[in-house]
């Protein structure tokens, strides 16, 4: 048997102190939880476990992550708000990539569609 250390802190992401392009967490969507303030979402990476809060740009891509999807999460910096009831605040923008090879509905198969009426008969 072979065993592996687990455990360890969970790594939370202050975006204030993020830069643009900064890459925020690359490893596998564990899971998504009800935290202080919002909804916080949990990844597993090189670096251990890192935590990510909720973010309304955030909250918008992970709509499209399944838990076991491997992510790569990169800050985008700020814009601001042009209307709505957060109109003149500062919001945070994120870029989102999905390890593509691990999802085998993105998988295609080549075919080749090319044929003559005659070929069926």
């Not at 202080?36 to 499209?64: A, P, R």
């Amino acid at each position: 048997m072979a065993f592996e250390k687990i455990g360890g802190v969970k790594k939370y992401i202050k975006y204030a102190e993020c830069e643009k392009g900064d890459v925020l967490v690359e490893g596998t969507f564990l899971k998504d939880f009800q935290g202080k303030y919002g909804v916080q979402y949990e990844f597993n990476g090189k670096d251990g476990i890192t935590v990510l809060n909720s973010s309304g740009h955030l909250n918008y891509l992970m709509d499209f992550v399944n838990e076991g999807d491997k992510v790569k999460i990169v800050y985008d910096g700020t814009v601001e708000m042009t209307k709505g009831p957060m109109k003149g605040k500062m919001a945070h923008q994120f870029e989102l990539y999905r390890d593509s090879s691990s999802d085998p509905e993105a998988e295609t198969e080549e075919v080749d569609d090319a044929f003559e009426l005659n070929d069926l008969m």
